[in-house]
């Protein structure tokens, strides 16, 4: 519908443009450059609403395809694999704004210690400060997304919990792959979160879930798996969920 009426909005200015005898030689423009404005247009994204780590998690709570643990996992940390990103991410909290532009795989390869380590340090917990090692494959995901979207960088929600944090927010799961490392929330600027969802679910590296209602993804190195998540309806007093409007 909305691609209808821009043809038939860009025929109009094609027709202004046509019968305007007293516009300027240079002013013209050809239909093919205002289809592509027109299209641009129709790409661009509302700002995403607010949302902070503690809503982000609570979101996440009732999602068990999210809140898996496997016993001894953390000895056990996912392979890393090479997804065609080029190796270099930029990250920017958005608790702090504090950003790390790394670059954590050499050319041969192998990966350098001292750029994880920066990136550990961004993806730390926000309540305690502690940091650990994360996933180099979930790093390997979050480089082949940014490289996607135009290598301008990622904003980061939620990274690393610690059980402190995790356990600040009401019913929140005891375990998480949030909890080892494995798992980001993230928003790339620009781009719908049904975008980045789409593309996350084509790489089949990990999990993938896309959260609507708060416009933000998860993904994570665990088991390839995807689900939607919205917020659950409110309750009325009856018991009874809340007609929904006409």
């Not at 821009?6 to 300027?24: E, K, V, W």
């Not at 643990?69 to 190796?87: C, E, M, Q, Y």
């Not at 961004?122 to 305690?128: D, E, K, Q, S």
């Not at 959260?211 to 309806?233: L, N, S």
Request: with cysteine; aromatic share 6%.
């Amino acid at each position: 519908m909305r691609l209808t009426a821009g043809f038939a909005i860009a025929g109009i200015l094609l027709l202004c443009a046509g019968t305007g005898g007293h516009a300027a030689k240079s002013s013209e423009v050809s239909a093919s450059e205002l289809l592509e404005n027109f299209t641009s247009m129709f790409d661009a994204v509302p700002p995403p609403p607010e949302v902070t780590e503690a809503a982000v998690i609570e979101l996440e709570q009732d999602d068990p395809q999210t809140y898996i643990f496997i016993k001894g996992a953390s000895l056990h940390p996912p392979r890393p694999v090479n997804l065609g990103g080029d190796g270099r991410l930029l990250l920017t909290r958005q608790d702090t704004g504090e950003q790390a532009a790394a670059v954590y795989r050499r050319a041969d390869g192998t990966y350098d210690e001292a750029e994880l380590a920066r990136l550990n340090r961004l993806m730390r917990c926000r309540l305690t400060g502690k940091e650990t090692a994360v996933s180099i494959k979930l790093i390997e995901i979050l480089d082949a997304i940014e490289d996607k979207f135009g290598k301008k960088g990622l904003l980061l929600l939620s990274g690393y919990r610690t059980p402190t944090l995790n356990r600040q927010v009401s019913g929140a799961a005891r375990r998480s792959l949030h909890m080892l490392g494995w798992a980001a929330d993230i928003r790339v600027a620009g781009r719908g979160a049904d975008k980045v969802t789409a593309y996350a679910r084509k790489l089949h590296a990990g999990g993938v879930g896309y959260y609507p209602d708060a416009a933000f993804t998860h993904i994570d190195a665990g088991r390839t798996r995807h689900w939607v998540q919205k917020r659950p309806r409110a309750i009325a007093p009856s018991g009874k969920a809340p007609a929904a409007p006409r």
